[in-house]
């Protein structure tokens, strides 16, 4: 038989994926698993929007709606734009998806072509890569590290430039690091983005977990010659908690919105449309209270992340995730077991604790291990003490 396309064969799995395969055999065998690789969470979405959608429902809403999504959602999103993120939209210029990651795909694939080049700063969400090459361009890393806060400097973003760079990824707060940049840390990138005449992808989904002081900027509030370039991409999945209902969406001024629409037209039409309606719901009620427990999450686990011997960790200004850096425990073997790499760190964790994390690898960053604080606390608290003795135990 003739060989699949090697734009299918050629993506990678997600890092998750062999690791939640773990934490399902463990939970076959009736054994504990205390589970920090959830990207989810743990507050209940609003009640508002479980009520649009009823209400949706009881209204007969079940055919297809605009390609865009229903217009009372998008003028909520105008909305919501304007007074979370001081950026000027109108309805036609924004498209709901299938949730941010749809939305992303979307946002590639119009602005890359063959051979185009996309700049991911990394440590790097890992679907950021696959969906580029999916688009049939190429994913260039610009690195950062933990003294810079895992932020991309305008001196390594401009370094990764090329002729051939189409767009630039911003992801702030970002997934896996937290780093979250500042206005004036936006506006050095701003520069570097309208001196090379390139795009902006720019990923706002963690926008609510924010523990610096106002809200997160967006890169597109810079000015019109900004705006003009980004395609921001937004959602409820993380700020409602309702990652299951696939809302995501792209705000883009035309002509971009334009092919947006068009290219989701052609492949999945629009979202679904009691998800839309819940959506409506759900941005009338973004759980703020919950998420400001989220900051004493964070502070106890980087205590305790910080506590350990040979472990450093950059304390995250946003989203819920702390990315130690383990490298000064890798190359030593647990009860005789090697373990080499991050895989193989979390893979032994797992086993012998019952605590499942995600290595850093698929995030391009081999040394470091992902832990999500979206837990209740006292599973956070059992979990680092348990990591805290396995730690402990390595020879
Ligand atoms: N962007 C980032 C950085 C994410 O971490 C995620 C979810 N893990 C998404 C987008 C996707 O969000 P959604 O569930 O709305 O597709």
Same mark, same amino acid.
């Given at each position: 038989?003739?060989? !699949? /396309?090697?734009?299918?064969?050629?993506? *990678?799995?997600?890092?998750?994926?062999? $690791?939640? %395969? =773990?934490? @399902?055999?463990?939970?076959?065998?009736?054994?504990?698993?205390?589970? !920090? /690789?959830?990207?989810?969470?743990?507050? *209940?979405?609003?009640?508002?929007?479980? $009520?649009? %959608? =009823?209400? @949706?429902?009881?209204?007969?809403?079940?055919?297809?709606?605009?390609?865009?999504?229903?217009?009372?959602?998008?003028?909520?999103?105008?909305?919501?734009?304007?007074?979370?993120?001081?950026?000027?939209?109108?309805?036609?210029?924004?498209?709901?998806?299938?949730?941010?990651?749809?939305?992303?795909?979307?946002?590639?694939?119009?602005?890359?072509?063959?051979?185009d080049e996309v700049v991911i700063p990394s440590p790097y969400w890992v679907t950021y890569p696959e969906q580029v090459r999916a688009a049939g361009a190429v994913p260039v890393f610009a690195a950062t590290d933990e003294r810079s806060g895992f932020k991309l400097t305008a001196a390594r973003r401009?370094?990764?430039?090329?002729?051939?760079?189409?767009?630039?990824?911003?992801?702030?707060?970002?997934?896996?690091?937290?780093?979250?940049?500042?206005?004036?840390?936006?506006?050095?990138l701003a520069e570097v983005v309208l001196r090379h005449d390139l795009y902006v992808v720019e990923d706002l989904i963690y926008e609510h977990f924010h523990y610096g002081p106002g809200p997160v900027p967006s890169i597109a509030a810079l000015g019109d010659e900004l705006r003009e370039r980004t395609v921001v991409v937004n959602g409820i999945s993380k700020s409602c908690a309702m990652t299951g209902w696939r809302i995501g969406y792209t705000a883009a001024p035309s002509p971009l919105a334009r092919w947006i629409k068009r290219f989701q037209g052609q492949v999945t039409s629009?979202?679904?449309?009691?998800?839309?309606?819940?959506?409506?719901?759900?941005?009338?009620?973004?759980?703020?209270?919950?998420?400001?427990?989220?900051?004493?999450?964070?502070?106890?686990?980087?205590?305790?992340?910080?506590?350990?011997?040979?472990?450093?960790?950059?304390?995250?200004?946003?989203?819920?995730?702390?990315?130690?850096?383990?490298?000064?425990?890798?190359?030593?073997?647990?009860?005789?077991?090697?373990?080499?790499?991050?895989?193989?760190?979390?893979?032994?964790?797992?086993?012998v604790t019952g605590v499942g994390l995600v290595p850093g690898t698929g995030f391009g960053a081999d040394d470091h291990l992902r832990l999500s604080y979206a837990v209740s606390p006292d599973v956070l608290a059992e979990a680092l003490s348990r990591l805290s003795e396995f730690a402990a135990a390595l020879r």
């Open positions: 038989m003739k060989t !699949l /396309s090697t734009r299918a064969t050629g993506l *990678a799995a997600s890092p998750t994926l062999s $690791l939640n %395969a =773990r934490l @399902a055999a463990r939970r076959h065998a009736g054994e504990e698993v205390l589970n !920090l /690789s959830v990207g989810e969470p743990d507050f *209940a979405m609003p009640e508002s929007a479980a $009520l649009w %959608a =009823r209400k @949706a429902i009881d209204d007969g809403r079940s055919r297809y709606t605009e390609v865009a999504g229903v217009l009372e959602l998008r003028e909520r999103i105008v909305r919501k734009l304007a007074e979370d993120n001081g950026l000027r939209y109108g309805p036609d210029d924004i498209v709901v998806s299938a949730g941010a990651k749809h939305a992303l795909y979307n946002a590639f694939f119009v602005l890359c072509g063959s051979g401009e370094a990764a430039v090329t002729e051939r760079t189409k767009a630039v990824v911003l992801n702030s707060p970002g997934n896996p690091t937290g780093a979250t940049y500042t206005r004036a840390e936006l506006a050095e629009n979202a679904s449309v009691v998800a839309q309606y819940a959506a409506i719901g759900a941005m009338d009620d973004v759980p703020w209270r919950d998420i400001a427990s989220y900051r004493d999450r964070r502070d106890f686990g980087h205590r305790a992340l910080t506590g350990i011997p040979e472990v450093r960790c950059v304390l995250p200004d946003g989203a819920f995730y702390l990315f130690p850096d383990v490298s000064g425990l890798l190359g030593r073997t647990h009860e005789g077991v090697p373990l080499r790499t991050s895989d193989e760190f979390c893979a032994r964790l797992l086993d």
